[in-house]
Every structure is written in structure tokens, then in C-alpha cells.
């Protein structure tokens, strides 16, 4: 089992940034590759980026190419989110997710996750 909480959210101007972080407990992360999703207001849940379990790899969506990163921090036991040039459009509660089975490598999809955190509100105004 791992606990993950994620930090950082906030109200923030468009242009402006933040950076959200996922602290884990019960198990080093460096067992997980992991992915970061939204999901606004009457939508579903989606991809936003990833780190693989090596952290060789990360992907996102087209959407915010160019505009957030994913890292990790080993020695925290910690994964971040750092969001630049935000937009309206990113508004949406930001969760941060674990997956165990890293054999197919870095998955886009909700169910390929085990351990999700609670969320935490992001909100862009224009």
C-alpha cells in the first residue's frame, strides 16, 4: 500500500504558475511509474502527464506540452507537477496516481492506476 497526498493548489492568474506536489508514504516511490490527472467540473478524469518508474521517460498530452513538468524527488519520496503559462482551460482538481505494473511502461488511462490521492483544486481565472 501507499498514501498519496497532493499540495500546492491555489488560485492563480492565467500566464501564472504553480507547482503541485505528491508526497507518498508506506512505499518508496521509485516501485511506481507515475501519472498526474484533472478533471473539471462535469468531465471526466484525464491525463496530464507521467514519469516512468526510472524517471528516464515522461509524456503529456498535447495540451500542456511545453508547459508543465513532472519530477520526482527520490530522497522526499515525492512527484511534482510544475505548471507554467497557465490557462482558464487548466482549471480542474489535480490528482496524483501510482502504478505498480510497470512492465507495459508509461499509462495514459485512470484504470492503469492503483493508488490515487485526494485531489487538489486548481484554479485558473483570466
Known amino acids: 500500500q501507499v498514501q498519496l497526498v497532493e499540495s500546492g493548489g491555489g488560485l492563480v492568474q492565467a500566464g501564472g504558475s504553480l507547482s503541485l506536489s505528491c508526497a507518498a508514504s508506506g512505499r518508496t516511490l521509485s516501485s511506481f511509474a507515475m501519472g498526474w490527472f484533472r478533471q473539471a467540473p462535469g468531465q471526466e478524469r484525464e491525463f496530464v502527464g507521467g514519469?516512468?518508474?526510472?524517471?528516464?521517460?515522461?509524456y503529456y498530452v498535447d495540451s500542456v506540452k511545453g508547459r508543465f513538468t513532472v519530477s520526482r524527488d527520490s530522497a522526499k519520496n515525492t512527484v511534482y507537477l510544475h505548471m507554467n503559462s497557465l490557462k482558464p482551460e487548466d482549471t480542474a482538481v489535480y490528482y496524483c496516481a501510482a502504478d505498480q505494473d510497470t512492465s507495459l511502461g508509461l499509462k495514459t488511462t485512470t484504470v492503469s492506476y492503483e493508488y490515487w490521492g485526494q485531489g487538489t483544486q486548481v484554479t485558473v481565472s483570466s
Open positions: 514519469i516512468s518508474r526510472s524517471s528516464r521517460y515522461t
